[in-house]
């Protein structure tokens, strides 16, 4: 990790897990993702036709999206037609020798195609199969089809995106697949610290509605307990008035955060309105909550006479806690971002390269391994079909001849 002299190259702590990836578009790969990126040995398996994100316009390095290209590092390209006899067998077979197994289809498409948990733990008892899915595997939403927007919109989370008196608006990233990517990650590792001490697998239900509700937290329980449903939530909070973004000169914008009094005191002598310190409207966070309206205006006045760029660091030397709204440019070109490796530049055989977004789990004293770039489609099949699962050259060019494996040509 950066700024760690001492530190060492150690393999990662998943090191030895073996994790079959069923996954594909986001929620999945983001999660297998982050099992590869600690360690774990990933075969990402994908139908002779791939995963539908490799062909996401608008841009790609050779013939891969940038949008596959940002989830799939560090994992191994494995291509089995499962709807084969002989392909789904293979399936099996590989599945016998994984400590967990990953999947994001929509409950009964597997149990259709022939590929059960109940069928493979009797196989493999301790595998862990993590399902992700739109709903979960039980409930009258079961069956229906969902995505990221569709879950951010029922979870209600939407409704409290965008500012008030205007239309709901879908965050920026997409966090109805990314929190679903990391709460089965979570599971996963919870199912292998819990066969460590029992032998036995766990199937794993993780709904993308569920997780965002659980995201809720304190928007939930305000609602639970007061009977008040909460609005659009602009720029600010809803407990604390001077934690919201300003407008600052030239279109500029920060954010501030001035949660306790010394904040609030600091935020005043900075913008030269410390008569404000005073002002019996805005003594305690409970006055200025209930004076918002009026102080808002004030506030907002005195940010406009100076950038965004000059405003940081005054702020910050009175001891409240400010950041420039920035743009992914600016975000990827930031000296904090760069020194922590949250930028990566991933390059394959053929000389291609990509950049993207870093691992954030850092390990003190231990060098951040080297990252490799996002497979081929079937760029691993014969290496890992053959080194899994034993077959000989012989067995492994009846499976390619007959369309049920697929190797990069």
Same mark, same amino acid.
């Given at each position: 990790?950066?700024?760690?002299?001492?530190?060492?190259f150690? *393999?990662?702590?998943l090191?030895?897990?073996?994790?079959?990836?069923?996954?594909q578009?986001?929620?999945? @790969?983001?999660?297998?993702?982050?099992?590869?990126?600690?360690?774990?040995n990933?075969?990402?398996?994908e139908?002779?036709?791939?995963?539908?994100?490799?062909?996401?316009p608008p841009?790609? &390095?050779?013939? $891969?999206?940038?949008?596959?290209?940002?989830?799939?590092?560090?994992?191994?390209?494995? &291509?089995i037609?499962?709807?084969?006899?002989?392909?789904?067998?293979?399936?099996?077979?590989?599945?016998?020798?994984?400590?967990?197994?990953?999947?994001?289809?929509?409950?009964?498409?597997l149990?259709?195609?022939g590929?059960? +948990?109940d069928?493979?733990?009797k196989?493999?008892?301790?595998?862990?199969? =993590?399902?992700?899915?739109?709903?979960?595997? $039980?409930?009258?939403?079961?069956?229906?089809?969902?995505?990221?927007?569709i879950?951010?919109?029922?979870?209600?989370g939407?409704?409290? #995106?965008?500012?008030?008196?205007? #239309?709901?608006?879908?965050?920026?990233?997409?966090?109805?697949?990314?929190?679903?990517?990391? %709460?089965?990650?979570?599971?996963?590792?919870?199912?292998?610290?819990?066969?460590?001490?029992?032998?036995?697998?766990?199937?794993?239900?993780?709904s993308?509605?569920?997780?965002?509700?659980?995201?809720l #937290?304190y928007q939930a329980? %305000? %609602?639970?307990?007061?009977?008040?449903? *909460?609005g659009?939530?602009?720029?600010?909070?809803e407990s604390? *008035?001077?934690?919201?973004?300003?407008?600052?000169a030239?279109q500029?914008?920060?954010?501030?955060?001035?949660?306790?009094?010394?904040?609030?005191?600091?935020?005043?002598?900075?913008?030269?309105?410390?008569?404000l310190?005073?002002?019996?409207?805005?003594i305690?966070?409970?006055?200025?909550?209930?004076?918002?309206?009026?102080?808002w *205006?004030?506030?907002?006045?005195? +940010?406009?006479?100076?950038?965004?760029?000059?405003? &940081?660091?005054?702020?910050?030397d009175?001891?409240v806690?400010?950041?420039?709204v920035?743009?992914?440019?600016?975000?990827?070109?930031?000296p904090?971002?760069?020194?922590?490796?949250?930028?990566?530049?991933?390059?394959n055989d053929?000389?291609d390269?990509?950049?993207?977004?870093g691992? @954030?789990i850092?390990?003190?004293?231990?060098?951040?391994? @080297?990252?490799? %770039?996002?497979?081929?489609?079937?760029?691993?099949?014969?290496?890992?079909?053959?080194?899994?699962?034993?077959?000989?050259? =012989?067995?492994y060019?009846?499976?390619?001849?007959?369309?049920?494996?697929?190797?990069?040509?």
């Amino acid at each position: 990790m950066a700024g760690e002299q001492e530190a060492a190259f150690r *393999p990662g702590p998943l090191s030895g897990i073996q994790v079959l990836d069923l996954t594909q578009f986001l929620a999945g @790969p983001f999660s297998t993702q982050i099992l590869a990126d600690l360690g774990a040995n990933v075969m990402k398996l994908e139908a002779p036709s791939g995963d539908w994100s490799r062909t996401l316009p608008p841009h790609f &390095v050779g013939s $891969d999206s940038c949008y596959f290209l940002s989830i799939n590092r560090n994992k191994k390209g494995v &291509v089995i037609d499962m709807k084969a006899p002989e392909g789904l067998d293979l399936v099996k077979r590989l599945a016998d020798r994984c400590d967990i197994l990953m999947e994001n289809f929509r409950p009964g498409v597997l149990d259709r195609l022939g590929l059960t +948990f109940d069928d493979l733990r009797k196989r493999n008892p301790g595998l862990i199969w =993590a399902s992700i899915s739109g709903f979960g595997q $039980d409930g009258p939403y079961r069956d229906r089809p969902a995505y990221d927007m569709i879950v951010q919109a029922m979870s209600g989370g939407m409704s409290l #995106t965008g500012e008030p008196g205007r #239309t709901a608006v879908r965050a920026g990233i997409p966090l109805g697949d990314l929190s679903a990517g990391m %709460y089965a990650a979570i599971g996963s590792l919870a199912a292998l610290e819990e066969r460590r001490r029992t032998g036995k697998g766990k199937f794993i239900d993780i709904s993308m509605l569920d997780c965002q509700v659980a995201m809720l #937290t304190y928007q939930a329980a %305000y %609602y639970l307990h007061s009977g008040d449903v *909460p609005g659009r939530q602009g720029s600010g909070h809803e407990s604390i *008035p001077t934690y919201r973004s300003f407008a600052a000169a030239n279109q500029t914008e920060l954010v501030i955060t001035a949660n306790t009094e010394r904040m609030w005191k600091g935020l005043c002598e900075v913008l030269g309105r410390a008569d404000l310190i005073e002002d019996p409207r805005f003594i305690l966070n409970d006055d200025r909550f209930t004076n918002r309206k009026a102080l808002w *205006p004030l506030l907002e006045e005195a +940010f406009l006479q100076r950038e965004a760029t000059e405003w &940081v660091p005054l702020l910050l030397d009175a001891g409240v806690p400010v950041g420039e709204v920035n743009t992914v440019a600016d975000a990827l070109g930031d000296p904090q971002v760069r020194h922590r490796n949250m930028v990566l530049e991933l390059e394959n055989d053929q000389g291609d390269r990509a950049r993207v977004a870093g691992n @954030p789990i850092k390990f003190r004293g231990v060098e951040e391994p @080297p990252h490799h %770039y996002p497979p081929a489609l079937g760029a691993d099949t014969r290496a890992a079909l053959c080194q899994a699962l034993g077959l000989s050259d =012989a067995e492994y060019e009846t499976f390619r001849k007959n369309g049920i494996v697929q190797e990069q040509s």
